[in-house]
């Protein structure tokens, strides 16, 4: 048997123990492959990580809770810490990297495959985790003086959070790899945003940085110089009033639809939380100035809910009342304008949404990039 098909068979048994909340067994299989001669980096990057996305895309079809989600993610992340602990100590040859989660960014999988896969490479690796508050971060490259940074972003929503960071880290002459599903399929964010690279995923990033150290960042750069369009100041109105435009949208909706007002405290609660993801999308395509990312939040969400047997039809009148709520902004009313036009194609030929996963803004992990 070759190791190919041994990592095939890992990757089989790895899925069927983080489905059954096993995990000694999940652990057992990556270790006995290792020890059967399967390379760790390909361990991390072609059987858990697949297994991962593998997770997301069953999350998002409900063909797992969100608490199974949540299990499988802890077990593969026990998995990867089983697998580094039964590596040989590499002693470091390479440049120092800070590796992190944009600030508000919890899925920390994929930074930590990206971290172990530059260890293994001989890169110093700083990995900070989960969620890295921007001011932390600076705190630690001046302290550090890493050769790059790699930001970890698996949430759209977090983009302008993402660009701030990136402008930071630059400012503190630090240059910026960044990577995930937040930034694109393509890294059209990330070119967006001005980060000194993008990678589709780990092993790419690891090939570029051990490809020699990036170019230091350009001086007197701001982040308005990349997005000129935010002068108009759309995106700062509607995420300054995103709460009161989900409570408006949810109160037009109860009038609408008057069984809404029957709803248990989950149904609201629910409810109210798509209401907010669909306003946090749009301020972020505000951002960005991408059509395309809020008709693939709206299109895919559609898919979610079919998933769950919840009617997705009420999403055409909230975009109706979030466009009435915002009939100053131009901008903003032609997101939505467009985003209706696809959802009413989704929604009359019964295709499930065909967003991009970077649109997610739920609790799944598919992302093996940065």
Not at 34 to 57: K, N, T
Not at 357 to 365: G, L
Request: aromatic content about 6%; overall charge negative.
């Amino acid at each position: 048997m070759t190791t190919t098909d041994t990592a095939d068979d890992c990757a089989g048994l790895l899925w069927s123990a983080v489905r059954a909340g096993d995990e000694h067994t999940a652990t057992d299989a990556v270790l006995e492959a290792f020890a059967r001669g399967v390379a760790a980096e390909v361990l991390l990057l072609d059987v858990i990580a697949p297994v991962q996305r593998r997770v997301g895309a069953e999350w998002a079809a409900n063909r797992l809770t969100v608490a199974e989600e949540h299990a499988a993610t802890a077990i593969n992340e026990r998995v990867i810490a089983a697998l580094t602990r039964a590596l040989p100590r590499l002693e470091p040859h390479l440049g120092r990297i800070a590796v992190a989660c944009v600030d508000g960014e919890w899925h920390a999988l994929p930074a930590r495959l990206l971290a172990e896969v530059l260890r293994l490479r001989g890169f110093r690796v700083d990995y900070l985790g989960a969620q890295v508050p921007t001011p932390h971060l600076i705190t630690h490259l001046h302290r550090t003086g890493p050769d790059a940074a790699a930001l970890s972003g698996s949430l759209a929503t977090r983009l302008p959070v993402a660009h701030a960071t990136i402008t930071a880290c630059q400012a503190a002459g630090v240059p910026v790899l960044v990577g995930g599903s937040a930034f694109g399929t393509d890294g059209r964010y990330a070119r967006l945003l001005g980060a000194d690279l993008w990678a589709p995923d780990a092993r790419t990033a690891a090939d570029h940085l051990a490809a020699g150290p990036l170019p230091l960042p350009r001086n007197g750069h701001q982040p308005i110089d990349d997005l000129p369009h935010l002068g108009d100041q759309e995106y700062t109105m509607v995420s300054r009033t995103s709460r009161l435009l989900v409570k408006a949208l949810y109160t037009g909706l109860e009038d609408l639809l008057p069984v809404m007002r029957d709803y248990t405290e989950a149904q609201r609660r629910h409810t109210a939380e798509d209401l907010a993801h669909i306003v946090d999308f749009l301020a972020t395509a505000l951002y960005t100035d991408d059509r395309g990312m809020f008709t693939g939040f709206i299109t895919w969400t559609a898919g979610v809910l079919r998933a769950r047997g919840v009617p997705a039809a009420f999403l055409v009148p909230a975009l109706d009342l979030l466009a009435a709520e915002l009939r100053d902004f131009p901008r903003a009313r032609g997101l939505i304008t467009a985003a209706r036009t696809d959802l009413l194609q989704v929604l009359g030929t019964g295709v499930s949404g065909t967003g991009d996963h970077h649109a997610q803004p739920h609790d799944a992990d598919p992302g093996t990039a940065t």
